[in-house]
């Protein structure tokens, strides 16, 4: 270990930064009572399952008790009503569109040893790779050039892809313009997945015009987070507990959680997923923007990918996202290119806001227009590896409008503000008019001609219940609308409401 | 209504001083606004009418560098409009420094 990695390991964690959001001396999340509440919440009662999911659908944040008692459900029939709902809360808030997204993998370097991770320190078969900026915008270009506007920029824990390289990099990506069939594109909005970082550090990312940073807690489960982190810096639980935390402090207004399911009690993460929101919500008024639910998947070099005991099958694994939809109705859920397409495809109709396409995650994978994926310089594996236009119009064919929108982030529709807007079901309102903008400019700019064909019909629908929703009138809304679509379709671009 | 001097004093809080020149918008002109920290792309929400409705942004003007105003209406169009979008843009600049 170089001298400089040794100083970044023993000097990242601050522990003022920690102690001062805990209380008397512990963190929110309390093993002993969230196994004590999932016990507790065993044989449901029909009637307080159906008064759950009314909660639920008028969106309001389900309570751990009552998450607990939806975890514990075995009836069929409930089941099904949950899913039903699930759909509901989902088009509530989000209306009938899924928001695409690219990763953009930017370094593998690692100081950390998570025992499940391609990019751990002790993992001697990877190749290790920092892209410069040149090579970061050349990614970003190869990624505008398929048709994405966002990106879920990814790093490892490392001192050569810190916060000042991070804020380098969305500035970067933020510069880049490619040329498309009519005209230029560009990426819109870079969310950040990167480790934990001070409230200084922080800052740097705010400045940068970060969109949403997303930590992964991986595990809620204090034992098991310390047996699959060993080392680095990663091994502080509390430290990566209060990422969130420390990011509202800084001013990032958007911010997102996750949990790796397989590494312990799928249940468990998922209370544990809900006491993170309470907790956000009570000190900050904001809760999660986004919730990931990654399952493990192989990697190279991880055997812990293939023996953990705590596996999550498919039958699992939809019932968790359910739960999670119902629990936390406001908040966007990401399902990725982890996932096999025929798994994405079930899960998508089950509450899913946010998906990736066209997804490469080895370091410099777009550039190098890999069509094979390569173990060691990826992360995990991807099941999914279709083109953005081959999933646009599986999704036309779900009746989705996929949906490149940008708007809210760059609107003031951030923080507190989209928080209230969600619950609402206004912003849903936003999000159907810019999807429709959006949609527009990716099929005019990228679709092939199947594609196209399937997604003007979507387009033809979307417009007929714009037009009939009185909520547009009374906004006065349907002029600017038009107005922009028609301007869209002349060849004007990056018009949102 | 109190007016802009009255409102944008050096002794007021940055986000009060905000929400009262929003309400005073608001009431003599039926223009919603709302202001925003500018960072790169992002325009984050600083303050605006807390009723659970969105400012529709049919306009952006950025004030400063890091601060713009979203708003309904067209803000340069009222009487003395640009003098008022002026004497915000100091105020902010004022509280900057």
Redesign the interface.
Known sequence: MTTAVKDFVTNTIKRDEIDRYLIGGKDFIDDTLIHAQIAAGARPEKSRVRGIIAKALSIQRLDPEETAALLNVEDEELWEEMTRAAGDIKRKVYDNRIVTFAPLYCSNLCVNNCLYCGFRVDNIHERRRTLTLDEVRKEAEMVCKIGHKRLIMVYGEHPSSGADYIADT??AV?DVKAPVRNGIAQI??ANINAAPMSVVDLKKL??????TYQVFQETYHHKRYSEVHPSGVKADYQWRLYALHRALDA?I?DVAIGALFGLYDWRFEVMGMVYHAIDLEDRFGIGPHTISFPRLNPAEGMDLNNKSPYMVSDADFRKLVIVLRLSIPYSGMIITARESAGMRRKIIPLGCTQTDASTRIGIGAYSDAAEEQESDRQQFMLGDTRSLDDVVREFAGMGLITSFC??G??????????M??L??G??GK?CKLNAVLTYKEWIDDFASDKTREAAEAIIQKELEQIKADPFYKN???LT?FDDYLGRIINGERDL?? | MISISEILTPGRGLKEALELTGELIEHEYGIRVQFCRIFGKRWAYFSGPDDGEAVIPLHRIELLPEWGVISDGELSGIAEGDKLIKRIALYLQNHSK
Do not use: P
Request: charged fraction near 35%; include cysteine.
């Open positions: 969305i500035e933020y819109r909005r705010w400045k940068a015009g970060i969109g001013g207004d940008t708007a982030y760059r609107c003031g529709r951030t923080g507190d503000k989209i209230k807007l619950k609402s206004v912003e936003f906004k006065k809304l600017t949102y409401i």
